[in-house]
């Protein structure tokens, strides 16, 4: 298609070549490109058509929402598992709320064309997929023990553990050829189940491997002491982490058991919780942590479980664990209720910045604060937000200085533009995309302000000056930098080593930039639409951006995911 391709035009070839291993590719010569993940602009692309072909355009922008808000990469990257979520949505109008039920959702749906019958066919087809999966998690019934999950299964295996799940007997005619029969189904004709190269096959994607193994846990699960003993025995390998959560959540919502007998589970797994040991492996602190999150959004959590893992998370933070386990630790504190942070209109909310004299600038320059002042321990987060929000912030004039008020009068704002977003909105978060006039309103409302950009600087500096504010050169994973790999805001204070030295303050180097009451680099034109300064860097800012002398200005109305404010606890503006 030479005249085709020179015209600007490509070709897009779809189709696999089912049966064929690596030999037999190689013998016919075929041309092969193997599918790459879908990246972002080719999933919006692909959700914003295919609800185009259905006449439902205005759906595209609410879906793309919906995963966003939910975290499903992995799925969206794989065009079949996309266009599952795609006919969820508009069957259902929303994706479901909990990530069994998706899951569920997805394979129901992928099976419903291929397996008709959905009495007879589809739930032995549901049943051979899962022992296949649990097989190749377990090693049970390949006569082997794994202590962690396989991605790949050979044919033999796959036919191996459909003889073992229809217990038939190899040495006979219908053990040999009726699991080779099975298998073939599948891996022609599923969806979920695909051949690899040598002889090989996998699930489409592995996290439908762990739903689906802890599908066949769930259905073969014994009395409660078997359950503690299958949780207790992987709950410190991390790649068992999203089967266990899988199998938890299947158990205490979706397969008729008892909701508190699963708190109960959960509540006796916490207390076998060892602090030294967590310091090395938090593996299983984390699923407790993933699975208390589960249940937080369904009911309330006993007393005497939400305050003994308070005290885990707090000690995971202290300790410094492996970040993206803390991350993950520091969150649930914040689901819990964190018992660091006070309300912004408590005086123990605050640190005080002491008067004297400071350098300030690349050039250390003298600066003097006169008086000392009262500086937020942490930027300000979403659960000190929700008071001022709650107390009528929006619609109360009082708070508002004339150009803010005017700006929401007319841009219609009545929350941060990230509030609903579940990345962003966890209580102990920062408070994230609102623009400068919302940050002062939240500080009026307080009793307070603004840092100016010298006071902001005074007290990441600190009276030593340092150039950071801990007393130290730069080191990579000491704060919610870009090179923490995090890639969205943590729960303030995650990062003990990273607090102002001297002083005590959290978070003054990453997670956010942070408005301060300044117009930038000492302009002379200072209008109401001018650029205001921002301090601190952000999470997606590299360590030699977030020395305390960086600055940044952008105009006041900007609000984005990197953006939040600290609050000064003093009316009077120091220069």
Not at 293 to 321: Q, S
Request: aromatic letters at 10%; charged letters at 25%; proline letters at 5%.
């Amino acid at each position: 298609m030479p005249d085709w391709e020179r015209a600007g035009n490509r070709t897009l070839l779809t189709s696999r070549p089912y049966g064929l291993d690596e030999q037999e590719l190689n013998r016919l010569g075929l041309a092969r490109a193997p599918l790459e993940p879908l990246p972002a602009a080719l999933q919006t692309l692909f959700i914003t058509r295919w609800f185009q072909t259905l006449d439902k355009p205005e759906l595209a922008p609410e879906l793309r929402r919906s995963l966003g808000e939910q975290d499903l990469a992995p799925l969206t990257e794989n065009p079949l598992l996309l266009t599952a979520l795609c006919v969820i949505y508009y069957d259902g109008g929303r994706l479901p709320g909990d990530l069994w039920s998706l899951y569920a959702a997805i394979c129901d749906n992928v099976l419903h064309n291929r397996y008709l019958d959905k009495v007879a066919e589809r739930p032995l087809a549901l049943a051979r997929l899962e022992a296949i999966a649990y097989g190749m998690h377990t090693g049970e019934g390949l006569h082997e023990h794994r202590g962690t999950p396989q991605r790949f299964a050979t044919e033999d295996e796959i036919a191996q553990l459909l003889r073992d799940f229809a217990k038939l007997d190899g040495k006979y005619e219908q053990g040999q050829v009726a699991p080779v029969a099975w298998r073939e189904d599948l891996l022609t004709k599923s969806g979920l189940l695909l051949p690899q190269s040598q002889r090989r096959a996998a699930f489409y994607h592995l996290s439908i491997q762990e739903f689906l193994a802890a599908e066949r846990i769930a259905r073969n699960r014994g009395d409660d002491a078997a359950l503690h003993r299958i949780f207790r025995s992987r709950w410190d390998v991390s790649e068992w982490r999203l089967t266990l959560l899988f199998l938890f959540a299947g158990l205490a919502f979706h397969h008729r058991s008892s909701p508190t007998a699963a708190l109960d589970l959960l509540a006796g797994l916490a207390r076998e919780l060892d602090r030294a040991k967590l310091k090395v492996n938090p593996a299983p602190a984390v699923f407790v942590a993933e699975a208390l999150g589960l249940c937080l959004t369904k009911k309330a959590l006993p007393d005497e479980l939400a305050t003994g893992f308070r005290r885990t998370c707090l000690d995971a933070i202290a300790d410094a664990v492996e970040v993206k386990a803390r991350q993950t630790l520091g969150l649930c504190l914040g689901r819990l209720g964190d018992p660091r942070i006070a309300d912004l209109r408590d005086p123990k909310a605050y640190v005080e910045v002491p008067a004297g004299v400071y350098v300030y600038g690349n050039q250390n320059e003298k600066l003097r604060i006169e008086a000392p002042f009262l500086l937020s321990r942490y930027t300000v987060t979403n659960s000190q937000y929700r008071v001022f929000m709650d107390a009528g912030g929006y619609a109360n004039r009082r708070w508002w200085s004339d150009e803010g008020w005017a700006w929401l009068q007319q841009a219609g704002v009545t929350e941060p533009a990230l509030w609903q977003d579940r990345r962003w909105n966890v209580a102990n978060q920062p408070v994230v995309g609102v623009s400068f006039w919302e940050a002062q309103a939240c500080c009026r409302w307080a009793g307070g302000r603004l840092p100016t950009e010298r006071e902001w600087e005074a007290a990441a500096r600190g009276p030593q000056g340092y150039e950071y504010p801990w007393s130290g050169r730069w080191e990579d994973g000491i704060c919610n930098s870009y090179e923490a790999k995090l890639g969205v805001t943590s729960s303030v204070g995650l990062f003990p080593r990273s607090a102002q030295a001297q002083l005590g303050l959290e978070d003054l180097a990453g997670n956010c930039w942070e408005w301060c009451d300044d117009f930038g680099f000492e302009e002379n034109k200072r209008e109401v639409w001018s650029p205001r300064v921002l301090c601190g860097g952000a999470f997606d800012v590299e360590g030699w951006g977030l020395r305390s002398t960086v600055r940044f200005r952008i105009v006041p109305q900007f609000h984005e995911m990197d953006i939040g404010f600290r609050c000064v606890l003093a009316a009077r503006r120091q220069p």
